[in-house]
């Protein structure tokens, strides 16, 4: 089993899939977990859970958008345990399209979350890790970050550009930080729900119902990179369901 115990954890996205299941797995296991969402009462509620359980928890309202936002997370985060040891880039969204809707501001959108985000993350955390000697980013991405099909060419351009971000952080990051990259497959989340168009929106949940993971798949994933020894850098782990073909 790999060591968790006491390292402090910063998960964004975490009021539902991924970013809950991360922060349930990681606590569970001993990790101190700082959970950022823009959904309050979700964030008090699960934190309410992992504190019945033994779990060490606190949590704030995030919006990954905002620079500021970030920075101030990474504060908190820093000032109720001491330390952060972990960023998890999670939060994201999914408003599928094809590219002749011209729906501009989706695509903004999804460019502000699920890049910039990570980049804000970045930005805040690692003068952290630099003046610690250490720390480890953990960016959740997902397999359209090496595949594109039609719709999803902005939210493949936005896992392509964290992927890309994620291996250029690798090189220069400096001594003792590592990064990973998960990319999940199918995987129950809320990510359709962001689909505007109610016939593309009705389509993916349907496509996507066929063959799921369940979020604690990734969580797992997730867990097994952290837990590894300082010295061990799992670079990038792709998680689909067996049936899942690309």
């Known amino acids: 089993m790999q060591d968790l115990n006491g390292k402090v954890v910063a998960v964004t996205g975490a009021s539902s899939g991924i970013g809950e299941a991360v922060a349930r797995r990681l606590a569970g296991s001993g990790a101190r977990v700082v959970l950022g969402a823009r959904r309050t009462e979700r964030l008090a509620a699960l934190a309410a859970d992992i504190e019945a359980a033994g779990g060490a928890v606190a949590w704030t309202r995030l919006d990954v958008t905002d620079r500021a936002d970030v920075a101030a997370f990474v504060g908190f985060a820093c000032r109720r345990f001491g330390r952060l040891d972990v960023m998890v880039g999670n939060a994201g969204l999914m408003p599928l399209s094809p590219m002749t809707a011209l729906k501009v501001e989706e695509w903004d959108r999804m460019i502000d979350v699920n890049l910039k985000g990570v980049l804000h993350g970045i930005a805040a955390a690692l003068p952290v890790f630099q003046a610690q000697g250490g720390g480890h980013f953990v960016h959740v991405s997902s397999i359209a970050d090496r595949r594109i099909v039609p719709t999803a060419a902005v939210y493949s351009a936005s896992k392509y550009g964290v992927r890309a971000v994620s291996e250029g952080l690798r090189q220069e ?54 837990g590894e020894p300082g010295d061990v850098d799992v670079n990038e782990i792709v998680v689909r369901p067996t049936a899942q073909l690309y």
């Open 173 to 226: 990051a400096g001594p003792g930080i590592r990064v990973t990259l998960v990319a999940p497959g199918a995987t129950v989340s809320e990510l359709a729900d962001t689909i505007s168009d109610p016939d593309l929106r009705r389509a993916a949940i349907e496509d996507y119902r066929r063959d799921l993971l369940p979020a604690d798949a990734i969580a797992r994933a997730v867990a097994y990179a952290v």
